[in-house]
Nanobody, 119 residues
């Protein structure tokens, strides 16, 4: 059973940066399609970014394009989300997720890490 653990959240001022990490155990991120989601207070969980297990292709939601970067380090079995130029709309709990297939439901979820962007 793959377990995912996010770290790196915290409080940052608008315009600042954070890097989230998602460490996997019990399985290799290299064979999973990995993604980041987020959930802001009072809102539904939304997709942020994904990286393909096959070819490393990345996809981002429009609101983070050019500011966020998803990447994986197979040697460390970790996926990252580099977040730059943060604004208050980025305040949310961030979750990493993984799935064996390239579509459909995600099989594995982390517990989430809080990101708070102050004005």
């Amino acid at each position: 059973q793959v377990q995912l653990a996010e770290t790196g959240g915290g409080l940052v001022q608008a315009g600042g940066s954070l890097r989230l990490s998602c460490a996997a155990s019990g399985g290799a991120v290299s064979i999973l399609n990995m993604a980041w989601f987020r959930q802001a207070p009072g809102k539904e969980r939304e997709f942020v970014a994904t990286i393909s297990s096959i070819n490393g292709i990345t996809i981002y939601t429009d609101s983070v394009k050019g500011r966020f970067t998803i990447a994986r380090d197979n040697a460390k079995n970790t996926v990252y989300l580099q977040m730059n130029s943060l604004n208050s709309d980025d305040t949310a709990v961030y979750y990493c997720a993984g799935r064996k297939r390239d579509r459909g439901l995600y099989d594995y979820w982390g517990q989430g890490t809080q990101v708070t962007v102050s004005p």
